[in-house]
């Protein structure tokens, strides 16, 4: 039976993802950031920054002022100083502070004219984590999962396509994850994580 719905019972599996990953394809290297202009001054600025800023990756385009108006803009302000821009956001995500850390990786991209795809990655699984499905499709979306994509990055994006009901393009994406995934001990949670989506899936979660 076919089913296009949003997986509810699918979001505690994204504690099985990877809370950050590497990209070695160039394929996932080619992010341009539009509009930076350098760290705000506060947390209203940094909005009005990034309400005027955007992702790119040839003829697609992502705006960040939607993203930007769900995260904390005021924890980068707060935080200590460090020498990594994205290391804040790294230690709120792994604590499951989402917000907090997707307000850390925006403040990043203020300061930065190109990203490769695990600061989308990361982005993303906060949006995700924050059942904002919609906004997390579009930001993978400017990642190239045709190429040889991470098996993380192709199961996060097939879960999100399923959120926004293209279950056909969820079904590939998480097949291509799972294929990827078998007989390699340290992605054996992708593998978990594939299954449990596909069969929340399958009995309509």
């Known amino acids: 039976m076919e089913r296009s719905g949003t997986l509810s019972g699918a979001n505690v599996a994204l504690e099985l993802l990877p809370r950050e990953i ?78 907090e850390a997707l307000g850390h990786f925006l403040m990043a991209l203020t300061t930065l004219s190109s990203i490769d795809g ?20 579009r930001l993978l979306s400017l990642v190239d999962c045709e190429g040889a994509a991470s098996p993380t990055l192709l199961a996060l994006r097939g879960y999100l396509a399923f959120q926004n009901g293209e279950a056909d393009v969820g079904r590939k994406l998480l097949a291509r994850a799972a294929l990827a995934s078998r007989g390699v001990p340290q992605n054996r949670s992708i593998l978990h994580f594939t299954q449990h989506v596909l069969l929340v899936q399958q009995f309509g979660g």
């Open 118 to 137: 695990s600061l989308v990655y990361a982005m993303a699984l906060c949006l995700a984590g924050m059942t904002r499905s919609a906004e997390a499709y």
């Open 22 to 99: 590497t990209c070695d394809s160039p394929s996932e290297r080619s992010i341009a950031v539009q509009g930076s202009t350098g760290r705000p001054a506060d947390a209203q600025a940094a909005l009005a920054t990034l309400s005027g800023m955007a992702l790119s990756r040839g003829p697609l385009s992502v705006a960040l002022g939607p993203v930007a108006a769900l995260a904390d803009l005021s924890a980068p302000f707060v935080a200590p100083a460090c020498p990594s821009a994205t290391a804040p956001g790294k230690a709120d995500l792994a604590a499951g502070r989402l917000p």
